[in-house]
């Protein structure tokens, strides 16, 4: 195994579905069963957030970022160095995080690449689903065919997924979203989760350290060579009824509207199988400490509805004005106390924002 090529497991799932928070999981799961993980971390927006939560649990040298861009399109060209630069450090596996608008088709064939080709191996994809939110993106982004079309490639594609934020949802909504991804990947594992927690060897099982010998395996798949267009189940998987959520039908009768003209699980003719690029961010470093209430605050992101996806970052609204990392996702907010001692700064990502006007309208509310 020592000179083989190095196992991939790639992160996929949409904005604020839990994919840091599985990343974290993976790591401290790799740590404890002696592997080597190292990690490649791509943010669409210029603040990598997440990358510092991450780089608390991984050496530098072992954490890759790319920023402003997704991995899948705009900054396709800087996957492979990424990953060179990785695989000199001889990890037993790479954890790639993608972008929440990502296509991991995309990523699989840019790693097949020259330069890296053969030096990594595509071992599983993973996509994170809120389940909270998942069964209602075909009638919010219905306007948005490549976004929707890139979401159900992120079902599609994968090995294993999570049905995550069940803690949210009742036993009607898991049974929507049951039929929903069983409808669009009948092979895949699929495993409620809450706040992604699983056993990590469901998804490191198979990886092997390069130094030590084997670690359990819970379930194997040996690594295989990076394939393009691949249709789930992946060579080699075995399904196991375990933990994953089982059901008895594929329910092939409801393609989603959006979805009908791609008769096949294809994309229609002329449509580009690539990422979903609408979406943009837009960061604000605030002069000072915000003097508007937590709840305005809240209202600055909750207000613009789909306009707004997802939001970030560290503000002063601790005790005593301590920083705390303040996450918007799935129209939840979420305030944790936090280590950060910088400046305030945070990112607000959406579809089509505005960015001038939401400066303008950000200096207005600190007017107040
Ligand atoms: N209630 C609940 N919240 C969750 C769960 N999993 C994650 N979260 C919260 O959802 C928010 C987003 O989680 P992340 O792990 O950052 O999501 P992500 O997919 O990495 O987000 P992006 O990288 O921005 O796309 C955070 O506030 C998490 O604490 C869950 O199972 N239940």
């Known amino acids: 195994m020592e000179n083989s090529s190095i196992p991939v ?51 530098s040298q072992m954490l890759e970022r790319v920023t402003e861009g997704c991995l899948c399109c705009t900054k396709k060209s800087e996957l492979a160095h990424c990953l060179e630069r990785l695989v000199l450090r001889q990890p037993d596996v790479i954890l790639m995080e993608l972008t929440g608008v990502a296509n991991p088709e995309e990523i699989v064939e840019a790693m097949s690449e020259p330069a890296i ?27 948005d065919r490549e976004l929707v079309h890139t979401l159900r490639r992120q079902i599609e594609a994968a090995d294993i997924v999570l049905g995550n934020k069940a803690d949210l949802i009742s036993a009607k909504t898991a049974a929507k979203v049951e039929g929903m991804v069983r409808g669009r990947n009948p092979h895949c594992q699929l495993i409620p989760t809450e706040r992604c927690a699983i056993d990590p060897m469901l998804i490191l099982s198979g990886i092997v350290s390069r130094t030590v010998q084997t670690v359990p395996v819970s379930r194997v798949r040996a690594s295989v060579p990076v394939q393009l267009n691949r249709k789930a189940p992946a060579a080699g998987v075995k399904h196991s009824s ?7 039908e594929w329910n092939r009768d409801s393609p989603s509207s959006a979805l009908a003209d791609h008769p096949g699980g294809e994309p229609a003719a002329g449509s580009p199988s690539r990422s979903y690029t609408r979406i943009q961010t837009v960061a604000i470093y605030p002069d000072t400490a915000p003097h508007v209430s937590r709840r305005s605050f809240e209202a600055f992101f909750s207000g613009r509805g789909q306009a707004c996806l997802r939001a970030k970052g560290y503000m002063p609204y601790g005790d005593n004005g301590a920083m705390l990392l303040f996450q918007y996702a799935g129209k939840r907010f979420e305030w944790q106390p936090a280590d950060y001692t910088g400046t305030p700064y945070f990112v607000m990502i959406g579809i089509d924002l505005a960015e ?3 400066i303008r309208e950000w200096q207005k509310l600190m007017r107040r």
Do not use: C, P
């Open 9 to 59: 497991i790639v992160i996929s799932g949409f904005l604020g579905s839990g994919k840091t928070t599985l990343l974290l999981r993976l790591l401290n799961g790799a740590r404890t069963n002696g592997l080597r993980a190292s990690v490649l971390m791509n943010e669409i927006g210029a603040i990598d957030v997440d990358g510092r939560l991450v780089s608390g649990e991984t050496a």
């Open 117 to 143: 080709l053969g030096k990594v191996a595509l071992h599983r994809i993973v996509t994170v689903l809120d389940a909270e939110h998942a069964t209602d993106y075909n009638s919010i982004f219905s306007t």
């Open 242 to 248: 375990g933990t994953a959520v089982q059901t008895s």
């Open 356 to 358: 001038d006007q939401i």
